[in-house]
């Protein structure tokens, strides 16, 4: 749940803010909104679908797609 809202959801908004138009990020975060609550109400299928080595891996998976974005967040306002 802190994913969903949380401090990393306030950040990647002020984040998108400042580059992009404000309707555009509302429509992001209502696309975004609709996406969460589908996965959410279907997870139990999709968990029961993947399998526990397929949930293994799709976590692992995300955690490196996390990870490249952190790195850019990182390398885009570090003056390196």
Not at 15 to 38: D, K
Not at 46 to 72: P, Q, T, Y
Request: glycine letters at 8%.
């Amino acid at each position: 749940f802190p994913v969903i809202a949380g401090a990393g959801t306030m950040t990647t908004i002020i984040s998108l803010r400042a580059e992009y138009q404000q309707f555009n990020v509302l429509f992001g975060i209502a696309l975004n909104l609709i996406l969460v609550y589908v996965v959410l109400k279907a997870s139990h299928q999709i968990e029961k679908f993947l399998g526990e080595a397929g949930a293994d891996v799709l976590r692992k998976v995300f955690g490196v797609v996390l990870l490249a974005i952190a790195i850019k967040l990182f390398k885009a306002n570090l003056p390196i």
